[in-house]
């Protein structure tokens, strides 16, 4: 059971093991590189008139928001001259191009997004009070009910990870690689590291939904247990 245990673990953790260290293998500064990932998100956002988008560094994960079309890069992204920051720049870039192009999977992603996340942090909490509720009423509907509703929020949160693969896969491959294909912005030894990178970036997400899927299946496991 040990061991089984831990397989679990290590095929649910690997994906975001591995998108880390790719992501941190390559961010070693690149002082050859013709500017830093802010510097291209800026220049992409004005080549590609997208009229109204922004860049700005944040300490939140990078990110573009539809919200406040804003691209947002972490502070080692917007100020470094690494591949990594390159590729990342041009991915956020690509979903601001998704969102001037009406992309109905980014639109469907922007509407559910902030209701999952919410019903995703209500689920927690309802899990972590139905062992009380089991206790109060010493009777298995109502714990049954809760368990029912927490776990709901917690599967919806990683369906929605894993709709948006196609959305991220597209930012990835079919904006930022052409982006910097075409606009000689990489060379091509350094294409096959950057394609290394969009792949993380694309693949951030699937790895949130195999933590969520690892946080369902233990609270499952939990409350099967009382």
Do not use: C
Not at 207 to 217: S, Y
């Amino acid at each position: 059971m040990v061991w089984l245990l831990g397989l679990g673990l290590l095929l649910v953790f690997t994906p975001t093991l591995w998108v880390r260290w790719v992501m941190q293998r390559y961010s070693v500064e690149q002082p050859e590189l013709p500017g830093t990932g802010g510097e291209l998100a800026q220049h992409l956002i004005e080549r590609f008139d997208l009229q109204g988008v922004s860049a700005e560094v944040t300490d939140l994960g990078d990110h573009y928001d539809p919200q406040s079309h804003m691209v947002r890069l972490s502070e080692p992204n917007w100020n470094g001259r690494s591949l990594t920051a390159v590729a990342v720049a041009a991915h956020e870039v690509g979903h601001a191009i998704q969102h001037k192009q009406n992309d109905a999977r980014l639109n469907a992603r922007t509407k559910l997004a902030p209701l999952v996340h919410i019903i995703g942090q209500l689920s927690v909490g309802i899990l972590a009070v139905a062992p009380i509720i089991g206790m109060v009423t010493r009777h298995p509907v109502p714990l049954l009910w809760t368990a029912v509703i927490g776990l709901s929020g917690l599967l919806l949160r990683m369906l929605l990870h894993l709709v948006t693969l196609p959305t991220e896969w597209d930012a990835s491959f079919g904006k930022a690689l052409p982006i910097l294909r075409e606009g000689k912005y990489v060379s091509d030894a350094e294409e096959k590291v950057v394609r290394r990178v969009l792949s993380a970036a694309a693949l951030t997400y699937f790895a949130a939904a195999l933590a969520d899927a690892f946080n369902l299946f233990r609270w499952a496991a939990l409350l099967i247990r009382r």
